[in-house]
């Protein structure tokens, strides 16, 4: 076994927590009105920022994600009509409900979900191909609770739509959306690999990697997101480096997918309104098999373009004052 390079870790001190973090511009994610329903249609633009060494600012080409009276997690955007996309690990949604039942419509691919109500997890949610109703809780008090979703496999197992939330209620109280509960105060981002994604961290070796065994709700970013009482945006992909990726290929590093709402979706860009208070980035801690390609990377390339990417981050996060290696 070699490794292709030492991993790296880099904290932003960005802007204390005075600043709003539910602030910004549509593609941030905040959504949800008192009363809403579990429909909606996408609204509004979205700016996105440049591709790492490109121009911050540049307009994105989809519109805000569509208002289902939720509160998003993570990079969303409204690229596609039936409702809200993402991709990204734990990305996801809050949202607050009276009634005695709650299912979640889902546009997605063969993935799995992490499901919490009122705080306490339930039963994973398994996904298949297309559009589907999943129940996922009934037989409820007729009362306020709040339902959370984020997505357990990473970006590599295809995009999730979120169409609507759908309500059982009694003959007084058919169901109802409410507001969603507020952001938590502290933000982080979180930038990595297949450990930030929780690749195979429910497995039991030796075993063969497959989304039953990935669980980002159990990996380190989240852990620590959650001892802190911070919100987390989670941009990781597994294998994938900073110039090089798993077994030498230098096939779309992290940093040229950075940008990206979505990671593959080229002209959709990420607007950075959502604003981290400190940036994690936790890259080149791949293994890679033999035989693997030979690799000539420099220590002095690898600190340059680290510092490159590093710069670029702290550009996008507006409020960065210092970094740390």
């Not at 809200?84 to 409900?97: I, L, N, P, Q, T």
């Not at 209620?169 to 109802?176: L, R």
């Not at 990781?236 to 940008?259: E, F, M, R």
Request: charged content about 20%.
């Amino acid at each position: 076994m070699r490794t292709l390079a030492a991993w790296s870790l880099l904290l932003l001190n960005a802007c204390s927590s005075s600043t709003s973090p539910g602030s910004g511009a549509p593609n941030a994610g905040a959504g949800g009105n008192a009363g809403g329903t579990a429909g909606g249609t996408a609204s509004g633009g979205a700016t996105g920022g440049g591709g790492v060494g490109g121009s911050a600012g540049a307009m994105s080409s989809c519109p805000a994600p569509p208002d289902l009276g939720v509160r998003f997690v993570g990079r969303v955007d409204g690229c596609k009509p039936e409702g809200a996309r993402y991709a990204w690990s734990g990305s996801g949604f809050v949202a607050k409900f009276r009634g005695t039942g709650v299912s979640v419509r889902l546009n997605d691919k063969p993935n799995q979900h992490t499901v919490l109500l009122d705080g306490e997890l339930l039963p994973k949610l398994v996904t298949v191909a297309g559009e589907q109703l999943y129940p996922l809780a009934s037989e409820l008090a007729d009362e306020e609770h709040v339902l959370e979703l984020y997505r357990r496999t990473e970006a590599s197992s295809g995009e999730t739509i979120v169409i609507g939330l759908e309500l059982e209620g009694s003959t007084d109280n058919p169901g109802e959306l409410l507001e969603p509960p507020p952001p938590a105060a502290r933000r982080i981002e979180l930038i990595g690999d297949s450990i930030s994604c929780g690749y195979g961290n429910e497995g039991t070796a030796p075993c063969t990697f497959s989304v039953d065994t990935e669980n980002h709700y159990l990996a380190y970013g989240s852990l620590l997101a959650r001892s802190l009482g911070a919100e987390l945006s989670t941009v990781a992909w597994s294998g994938k480096g900073v110039i090089y990726n798993y077994n030498g290929d230098k096939l779309l590093p992290l940093p040229t997918v950075y940008d990206r709402t979505v990671p593959n979706d080229t002209k959709n860009l990420w607007d950075f309104s959502w604003q981290p208070e400190a940036v994690v980035i936790n890259l080149r801690t791949t293994t890679a098999p033999p035989p693997a390609p030979p690799i000539s990377c420099s220590p002095r390339r690898t600190r340059s373009s680290s510092s490159t990417c590093a710069r670029s981050i702290r550009t996008r996060s507006s409020c960065a004052r210092s970094a740390r290696c």
